[in-house]
């Protein structure tokens, strides 16, 4: 699959440093169809974190935050999976992916998304959500659930 042409309008996300220096955001662009604009990160007690987003929106998001960790794949998957995600075999040790309807009906707040998250075989935690704008379909939340895993393995290649 190819990185589409990197036009210069755009800073490359690795600017913002933390957990933005492992997304490309023309890689992002070509796994997931969404075209994102600015990238920010933050860092707190070991954990780094990314967001991207449109310039001019609040939704679509997608972030990524990686954690240090010692968990082994039974307890990611007894004490990090939340309650009502799907078991992901192949990536990772272990991991687990989630698609989440919209959180309200307000047209300024995010619409259903979807969350992926695994325990890398370097005992990291990564979890990478994006959240979709409203009125965004339930139908589109699962396509985007698939296409996090894509954007998964590209993070963490086996």
Do not use: H
């Amino acid at each position: 699959m190819g990185v589409p042409a990197r036009p210069e309008e755009r800073a490359p996300a690795a600017a913002a440093g933390g957990a933005c220096q492992l997304l490309d955001l023309y890689a992002v662009e070509t796994l997931l169809g969404i075209r994102f604009d600015v990238a920010a990160a933050g860092q707190s007690e070991g954990a780094l974190t990314c967001v991207l987003q449109q310039r001019e929106e609040g939704y679509p998001d997608l972030t990524l935050a990686i954690t240090p960790t010692g968990a082994t794949p039974e307890s990611f998957k007894a004490s990090a999976t939340p309650p009502g995600a799907t078991e992901l075999p192949g990536i990772g040790k272990a991991a687990y992916r989630l698609v989440r309807p919209a959180a309200g009906t307000d047209p300024a707040g995010p619409g259903a998304g979807a969350e992926l998250g695994w325990l890398t075989k370097t005992n990291q935690i990564m979890v990478v959500r994006c959240r979709l704008p409203q009125p965004a379909p339930q139908t589109e939340a699962d396509t985007m659930g698939e296409r996090l895993v894509d954007l998964a393995r590209f993070l963490d290649p086996a």
